[in-house]
């Protein structure tokens, strides 16, 4: 294993102590900076390494060179089906399975698993058409039973997924390459979130028999994109190797490519300016490292807001004065979001304007505002906590992931704001698994941060936030929060395909979402990315972790 001291091997050693087939940066050199701890064999196998039967058996990778891609922590699994979790569902399973369409960088579906498609005038009724030829993995063929199987039953328990598939009446397959898709009521996101992010095409004949949560599978993934499962060194890494029987011959350009887990941000720049990583995602780069790395020659930072994404305080309504409206318009008043975008995040985002940020503007009222509604005002604050009752020195507890610096540094800084209007606040870091069941599975928290991206539409990636929810699902509704009328509105925007009638319906939600602030938008994130001026080909799709199968390196 490589010490901390190990941060000053150039590339070529550092891959090689590693043996290609893992970054082998150990927990005592990858610590978490913030307090948290790394990653604790959270993985349903625990410790160890899974490889891949197919690995680099299947033939010579039909490229050359080796990328490394920088996660935060070990996967809980490596089924989309089972997580919405960030590491599989954006960074993992975009480069081992695929969708029926990816997204350009203007949004705009284009052919993937499906070559075609037509949608029917009452916008009920999706016809795919799909591309011959495809085989997973394994060497299996693909075809239309493995779409209707995916969105039947292999994605059930996938919540961004179910978004798009609650709106699903039937599912036909009238031959090997048709599918057809009828809808209860029109949704008007359904295209676009037939995307690999959303909807990922699962292997019928892998995972179709037994329980799916325990399939061997999970440990060592089959799919159909560029790249294919090669091993997984559980709390290290996970290896992905070039598949040569892509449908596409030209991808992938990459012969490898590695997820290299590193807990510690700073840690996770001294990889990129040392030249052991290539590639470090808006997630999980630190955002005040930005202005060293422009100084950077053999580095590149991007920044873009393409696809829209909120960092959030949810208050649950378990705990009893948070249920008073009372004191979250307090807090909503006592914390300084302008403070937390430039301390936080370096500047790197909008303060939070309401339920739904600005990032789509069409949606957007300043009327209802948070700056119209609740301007930074201690003694505002103090005034709503005294009518409801709250003595001071009351304490709550906020939780938030270890791994990520900006929660470490908003916490900080939202600790402070409460503080001056008498509430104290313990701090929870944690890491991911444990957060996800403290505050999912068992609701036993006060206060949390998190951020969830839109995935490019309000409906996919917004609604979760505040549609009633009576499961204890991750990466949803935990506050307890409930309104019929804002579920009915949010439904109603949901099935509009006309963008003007669509924010109108927002516009409502929002006036009454942004007085009873079961979530208080901290920030809309102007997200950078930072990689090696070696890297070329990135950014073909919308999503930076798209399309990485016509990525290449020098």
């Known amino acids: 294993m490589l010490e901390r001291t190990g941060l000053s091997l150039n590339r070529r050693q550092f891959l090689a102590a590693t043996g290609l087939t893992a970054i082998a940066l150990p927990l005592a050199a990858c610590g978490s900076g913030g307090g948290g ?46 997580t919405t979790d960030y590491t599989i569902s954006t960074n993992i399973a975009a480069k081992v399975f695929e969708g029926l369409v990816w997204l350009d960088p203007d949004g705009k579906p284009q052919p993937e698993l499906a070559t075609s498609w037509e949608t029917s005038d009452d916008q009920l009724t999706y016809t795919f058409h799909l ?14 039973a493995d779409v209707k199987w995916s969105y039947q039953t292999g994605l059930a328990q996938n919540s961004r997924a179910q978004g798009a598939l ?30 690999v992010f959303d909807c990922p095409i699962l292997p019928q004949h892998v995972y179709g028999t037994g329980d799916m949560s325990t399939n061997p599978a999970n440990q060592a993934p089959t799919g159909t994109a560029p790249f294919k499962f090669d091993s997984w060194s559980h709390g ?39 030249g052991q990583a290539d590639f470090v995602g808006a997630y999980y780069l630190a955002t005040t ?32 004065i948070l249920a008073d409206v009372k004191v979250r318009q307090a807090f909503a008043f006592a914390i300084d979001r302008k403070r937390i975008v430039q301390q936080a995040v370096a500047g790197l985002a909008v303060e939070g304007k309401g339920s739904f940020g600005n990032g789509f503007p069409w949606m ?29 020195g009351t304490t709550l507890r906020l939780a938030y992931y270890s791994q990520n610096a900006k929660f470490q540094s908003t916490a900080e ?40 991206t839109s995935s490019g539409d309000p409906a996919i990636g917004y609604h979760r936030l505040y549609v009633t929810n009576k499961t204890n699902a991750p990466n949803v509704n935990a506050t307890g929060y409930t309104n019929a009328t ?37 920030f809309d994130e102007l997200q950078a990315d930072a990689y090696s001026t070696k890297l070329q080909g990135l950014y073909a799709g919308q999503n930076p972790d798209d399309q990485w199968g016509k990525v290449s390196i020098s």
């Open 37 to 82: 701890a790394g990653p604790t064999g959270s993985s349903p196998s625990g410790a160890g390494t899974t490889s891949g039967a197919g690995g680099t058996s299947g033939g010579a990778a039909p490229a050359a060179g080796t990328a490394v891609m920088v996660i935060d922590a070990d996967p809980p699994t490596l089924n989309p089906g089972l």
């Open 131 to 144: 591309r011959k030829g495809v085989t997973w993995h394994d060497g299996k063929p693909f075809g239309a």
């Open 166 to 195: 609650a709106h699903v009446a039937s599912i036909d397959t009238p031959d090997d390459t048709t599918v057809v898709i009828k809808l209860s009521e029109p949704y008007a996101p359904f295209l676009t979130q037939m995307k």
């Open 236 to 274: 290290s890494s996970v290896t992905l190797v070039g598949y040569d029987k892509h449908w596409d011959a030209d991808q992938p350009k990459l012969g490898k490519l590695i997820m290299s887990v590193i807990t510690d941000p700073s840690q996770r720049t001294s990889a990129l300016t040392t």
């Open 289 to 320: 490292d930005v202005p060293k790395l422009k100084q950077d020659p053999n580095v590149t930072v991007r920044t873009q807001s393409a696809i829209p994404a909120l960092d959030f305080m949810a208050m649950n309504e378990k705990t009893k």
């Open 364 to 392: 957007y009222d300043e009327k209802d505002s948070y700056d119209t509604l609740y301007p930074l005002d201690l003694a505002k604050a103090k005034d709503l906590l005294s009518q409801a009752g709250v003595p001071a």
């Open 413 to 452: 800084i939202v600790k402070d704001n409460l503080n001056q209007i008498g509430i104290t606040v313990t701090l929870m870091p944690m890491e991911t698994a444990v957060f996800k069941e403290t505050v999912y599975a068992k609701r036993d928290y006060d206060l949390m941060l998190q951020s969830f």
């Open 486 to 522: 804002v579920d009915q509105l949010l439904t109603k925007a949901g099935e509009e395909s006309d963008r003007t009638k669509r924010g109108e319906y927002y516009v409502q939600a929002q006036q009454i979402l942004n007085k009873d602030v079961p979530t208080l938008i901290l």
